[in-house]
């Protein structure tokens, strides 16, 4: 699974990061984490406000930080159709 | 353990939580009105005229009451506004013509929950959906120039009136500024890579589906971020308040910028615009302003200069504003400031 994790760097991205990584971790699945930083990009998947949570090409939580138990829930749903 | 998952579910027990927490606001408010006199006056025996006394009065009751009152307004207005997105501001804003699209990208500036750094992806995220050019810049010149944080605080310190004043300049100036950008034609100046830019098919408004426990979650997170954020700003702002207050002879800044001067307003304004800090560090600053009686029109004047003219937003906005279109938002935003520190300076002398 490939989870990404929109914004420009802010503080709240960086929140948003360490939960998805902590959600990972206790979900213990495969996951590649990366970064887009990039406007066009970010603007691209739909979010105007920044932080965004995409995984697999599927937006899921825009503007604003989940804790890292609804990041939790949101992954395990996508793991488990 | 999130507060989500510790307040309680029914709603009575949320109630409950929340008209105790209301009760100890209260409490601590009506303790801060009082405690600084007891503790300044019999305490340590100061005398209450004595300018060493006034200034560190002010400076311990100012910080405490305006971080009380910068507490519950973040508070509220966070969980009034977690029901408003900025997805839904487009949806209101898409195919709207300008004139009445200004008026409303102004209003919808005001209520919408957002933060400076989304300014660009929201920029982006406006004018690739087709929403005119000078409605977007009605936004985000409303957005931050009628700060919520500072009516809550404008209505404490100085009344209604006072902050009507202000939510109607400000609303002004983003509909007029807005307008007159719409009207030159500037999308040459904005980068291009921003009409390039491709929407995705699937839009997630960022607030709706929450539950009434997480939007307390985030008002008492936003309180804390905000409070985190500003606090060098209220302490220095409440500082030069505080010797202002208790040191600053009657006539030093009315001799400057006072009703007798013309250029006061400009004055206020260009000192204004390269300071850099946010209306609750600046407010304090203007309270003990007007009390050395400084008018009002410039000192709401040289507020919004503060606020809304930043050095940190214009290097944002640079990464989708060509330098001309900059230059224009700038001069427009700051001509109005002006007009608008005059015109009240004159309704209220």
């Not at chain 2, 989708?320 to 427009?332: D, E, N, S, T």
């Amino acid at each position: 699974m490939i989870v990404k994790v929109l914004g420009p760097g802010c503080r709240n991205c960086k929140n948003l990061e360490r939960a998805v990584r902590a959600a990972v971790d206790e979900l213990g699945v495969d996951a590649t984490i990366e970064k887009v930083t990039d406007f066009p990009t970010i603007v691209g998947y739909g979010v105007m406000s920044t932080p965004g949570l995409v995984v697999d090409e599927k937006l899921l939580v825009s503007g604003r930080v989940p804790s890292a138990a609804e990041v939790e829930d949101l992954l395990a749903a996508v793991c488990t159709p | 353990m999130s507060l989500a998952t510790r307040m309680p579910t029914s709603t009575r027990g949320r109630w409950i939580t929340l008209s105790v927490a209301a009760a100890a606001w209260a409490g601590a408010y009506w303790v801060n009105e009082h405690l600084w006199d007891v503790v300044f006056y019999d305490l340590l025996g100061m005398a209450p005229t004595d300018r060493l006394t006034q200034s560190l009065h002010f400076f311990f009751y100012d910080t405490v009451k305006i971080a009380l009152l910068l507490s519950g307004i973040i508070f509220v207005i966070t969980i009034l506004r977690s029901y408003m997105s900025i997805e839904r501001t487009r949806a209101l804003l898409g195919g709207r013509r300008e004139g009445v699209g200004n008026v409303m990208a102004a209003g919808l500036g005001v209520v919408t929950p957002f933060c400076s750094c989304s300014a660009v992806p929201a920029f982006i995220g406006f004018v690739a959906a087709g929403v005119p050019l000078g409605v977007t810049m009605s936004f985000l010149i409303a957005s931050p120039l009628v700060n919520e944080i500072a009516i809550g605080l404008l209505l404490t310190l100085f009344g209604w009136q006072v902050t009507l004043l202000y939510v109607a300049a400000g609303l002004s100036i983003a509909v007029v500024g807005g307008w007159v950008i719409g009207r030159l034609h500037l999308e040459r100046w904005v980068e291009g890579f921003v009409f390039e830019t491709r929407l995705g098919g699937q839009v997630v408004d960022s607030t709706t589906g929450l539950t009434f426990n997480q939007r307390v979650q985030i008002g008492a997170e936003e309180v804390v971020t905000i409070l985190r954020k500003i606090w060098p700003y209220l302490l220095v702002g409440i500082g030069v308040g505080a010797v202002i207050h208790g040191w600053a002879p009657e006539d030093l800044f009315t001799e400057y910028a006072g009703p007798g001067n013309a250029f006061g307003v400009l004055v206020a304004v260009l000192v204004g615009i390269p300071l850099y800090s946010n209306a609750a560090g600046i407010l304090p600053l203007v309270e003990a302003l007007y009390d050395k009686g400084l008018p009002i029109g410039t000192l709401l004047a040289f507020m919004m200069a503060v606020v809304a003219l930043s050095l940190p937003e214009m290097i944002l906005l640079r990464r989708v504003l060509k330098p001309q279109l900059l230059a224009v938002f700038i001069a427009v935003v700051g001509t109005s400031i002006v007009a608008v520190g005059y015109l009240f300076n004159v309704l209220l002398s």
